[in-house]
């Protein structure tokens, strides 16, 4: 809406006042803006009334729904006896959380330091690994995403993600395992999955060949849901360690169960990590982030100086957390999103079938990708077909995300409470939007 005009109704008021007063470059999702009022399980409503089934989940954090009673009766209770108290002061929902933390993280990781999003726990795993390991460089992956600082930034690996120029040296980019998209061009199995060897020829020339972490997420989440073959982290974690190198599993979109059958992404993987990075999920919209690892690596923060947050492990986020991991634990574990996660995937592979403008079908658990090419022989990206597709279902009553270097894959990641009736939906749904899709 121009300046000076006159906003008719809530819709326009809130798009004129959210182009009036926040940075432009707040990425928004849909040709026109869709501002949301409420929500209630797996439902969200727009200010002038109209349902959705929301299969993206306030990307992949509205982990037990929209408005979960106990979550809200949790952050009720406590915000009435003690909403703040930094992290110079223990808590009782700060170590209650970290508690429960230990219990379900896997192997050796045992202790939490709690910051406020997946970007302040990415910062804080790079600054342990160095700590620990004395050493500086870090390798990341190509496609990766690990947030908006100049730290999170520098690791991420798609240009469009690193906004000014100016990264933090010392953080080099191996190359990713996109099957779909070789970047050695070769095919698996026949492979012998020679992107993970890509690790080492990075650290042989490009770094001291002293590094002090890895870090990667199981499955690349903003990439647009890259799964890499089942081998490629457990022959990436013996490259790090040689090397002198922390691995650090970066959960923040695979954590809590999204991947089924296991509470974290990694665990699929065989891989014992050294550094887990947590948030989204953790607290079903509550802006909380984690970072977790061994006692013995811990250990090496005492004595390097002194580190705060002033909102991390806030009483009110933790309490919520501690909810939604209850929530989890009883109505939506790690097998009932394996569950629930099959029968979306058979579904998607269904329509795949009808639509050869689906390239390919990815993921795990209840995070869902589909990668939208102009056609299958040459597999060339469809971002307009993708962003038709966003339309388009909205439209239907369903939302979902993009993703992807290219903005071609669609990410279908709902709240891990959902139920087969809610997968079978969203499918209906999802199918009747891409009957209308134009490939360009
Ligand atoms: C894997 C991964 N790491 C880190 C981040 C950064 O998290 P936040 O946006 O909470 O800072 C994200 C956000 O999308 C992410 O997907």
Redesign the pocket.
Known sequence: METGKIATSKKAEILDKQKRYLFPNHLLYYTEPLPLERGEGLHVWDVDGNKYLDFFGG?LTTSVGHNRPEVTQAVREQTEKFIHSSTLYPNEAHVNLAEKMAQLAPGRIQVSYFTT??????ETAVMLARQHTGNQEVIALRH?????SAM?MSLTGQSSWRIGGTHILGIKHAINPYCYRCPLKLKYPSCGVACAHDVEDVIKTTTSGRIAAFLA?PIQ??GGFITPPPEYFKIVADIIRHYGGLFVS?E??TGFGRTGEKWFGIEHWEVEPDIM?M??GIANGFPL?NTMTRPDIAESTVGAGLTISTFGGNPVACAASLATMEVLEKEADPEHVARVGKALRAGLERLADKHPFIGDVRGMGLMQGLEFVKDRQSREPAPKAASHFMELSRKEGLLVGKGGLYGNVIRISPPLTASADDVEEALELAGKALKGVVVD
């Open positions: 990307i999003s997946g970007t302040d726990a990415d990766g995403y690990s947030g908006r999170g997420e989440g903003v970066d923040v979109q990075t948030a989204k982030g």
